[in-house]
Structure formats: C-alpha cells, structure tokens
C-alpha cells in the first residue's frame, strides 16, 4: 500500500531568500545566479508522500551532477549584543536528508529537470517555529562539480503532525 | 500567604509521564494553605530550550473553581495533537503541566513526554 498523498495541491514553491534587490543587482552587473523551480505541495503530513517537479537553469556553469532531497533541520537563533549593536546568529543542523532525485546532466547542457517522490517518515517531527528556536523543513536542491557544491537553493515546506 | 507554608502536589494516574498526542490525562491536584488562595489553576505547556534560550508557549490552562484552603482534587485533561516531545543536538522540546496557586504563581511540576508511542524523538 502506498503512503498516502497531501491534500495541498502542487504549486511553484518560493525559494529563501529570493528576489530582493541585492538578487536583481547580481543579476544586472554579473552572471545571474541559477534560477531553480521547485512544484510541490507547500505542506504535508508525516506519514505522506512528497511528490515533486524540478527544474534547474544554470547557464555556462560546469555542473556535473545535481541532488534534490528534502530535509529537516534544527535552527537556533541566538541574540550576540557587542558595543556595535545586537546581531542574531542562526545555526541551523541537518537531522535527516531524504534524497528525491539526483542527475548527471552532460556535459553542454545549461538545464536539468526531473521528478521524484519521497515518504516523510511518520516517526519524526513536524514543522515547529519559535522566536529563537525552530524546526525546518525545506526542498533543497544542489548543485556541484564533482564534490564540489556550486550552488544550492532551499524551498521551505510545512510538515505537519500525522492526522 | 508565605511560600514556605504552601504545599503544592501534582499526580498523575499511575504515575504514567509518557502519553500519546491527543492523549487523555486524569490526575490529582493536592495543595495545603493556611487561607484559601484566591485562585488554583492547570497549566500545560510547552518549550523548546536552545543555545540562545527557549521559546515557551502555554498550550491549556485549566481553572480549578473555588479552591479551598486545603484540598484534593481529580482533574483531566487532553493533550493537544502536537507538537511532539524531541530532544536534538541543538533543540530539545519539552512539555510540562504545572499546578499554580495564584497570585503568588507558586507552582508543581511534572515534565511529560508527547509523542507516538509516548517515547521520545530523538534527532540524530
């Protein structure tokens, strides 16, 4: 039997730290970053299955193999005062990476798109957001020379608690 | 009302700390003052404590009527369907039920454990 599917609907997911001027100024003086484009359901429950398209433009960059998965992390801001003013330090802690989809685009390609699906394990932890302290969940997608990562995105979801 | 002449005792049936999300919790609230306190109450709450201090959030609070000086009471309660108990290398997330006298907030406390199974998650 096969976990089941989100109620949300698929959309084109917004990744962080996205648009803003600072992304249309790289983009007007230098080489524009890699535009990815993730469509997925924007929330889910433990226990269902994430099904996605990606799609990956990076123009003249030498990538030689790209992963997507979906990952949940631990973030801890933490408030750092200093004579200069407060500053917020955020770490921020993988605890489990679920790989979706992974090509080898060749070598003259500037695109690469796919599709995958992956099980959200029942047993672990949804979504969870304070000031300070939170728990993430977010579709990244790397992409790297050789062992190398190039470039990586991050397209944040909702995990929920199992109905 | 002194601190030092209040008693405040929290039960809960057979002791269980561990429970389900969603789960029922039955108990015993127990207190002693030399005058009635003007007001006794449940508190279940959550809090996820991190490296730069914790983000605390009262899930239920439960009034328990016109208490008296000194008194025995059941109560229950049902817990919330999450978030759940975890405990990481970063954050841990803890759920707790206090019995609070007021206005002096003088408390009891029982840490519980939310989550399937009524064990833990650990996040490695």
Do not use: C
């Amino acid at each position: 039997m096969s976990a089941p599917r989100p109620s949300a609907p698929p959309r084109a997911l917004r990744p962080i730290g996205s648009g803003g001027f600072a992304h249309w100024l790289r983009g007007l003086v230098g080489r524009a970053p890699p535009k990815a484009e993730v469509v997925a359901p924007p929330a889910l429950r433990l226990g269902e299955q994430l099904e996605l398209t990606w799609r990956l433009d990076y123009g003249a960059r030498d990538v030689t193999n790209i992963s997507v998965a979906l990952v949940g992390s631990e973030v801890a801001r933490q408030r750092i005062s200093a004579r200069t003013g407060i500053s917020i330090v955020t770490d921020r802690r993988p605890f489990l990476t679920l790989e979706i989809d992974r090509r080898m685009p060749d070598r003259d390609a500037r695109t690469a798109d796919g599709r995958g699906a992956v099980v959200v394990p029942a047993s672990t932890v949804p979504s969870i957001g304070g000031r300070l302290n939170e728990i993430a969940w977010a579709i990244v997608v790397e992409a790297a020379h050789q062992a190398t990562p190039l470039w990586t995105g991050a397209f944040p979801v909702i995990v929920l608690p199992v109905a | 009302m002194t601190a030092a002449a209040l008693t405040l005792e929290l039960t809960l049936e057979q002791g269980r700390t561990a429970f389900e999300p969603g789960a029922r919790v039955a108990g015993v609230a127990v207190w002693s003052t030399p005058i009635p306190p003007r007001g006794m109450e449940l508190r279940l709450s959550w809090a996820i404590h991190g490296r730069g201090g914790r983000d605390y959030k009262i899930a239920d609070s439960i009034a328990l009527p016109d208490p008296a000086a000194a008194e025995r009471r059941a109560f229950f309660l049902t817990l919330p369907p999450a978030p759940y108990s975890f405990r990481g290398k970063m954050l841990t997330l803890v759920w707790s039920l206090e019995l609070v006298a007021l206005p002096g907030e003088e408390k009891a406390r029982v840490d519980l454990v939310v989550a399937p199974g009524g064990k833990i998650i650990e996040l490695r």
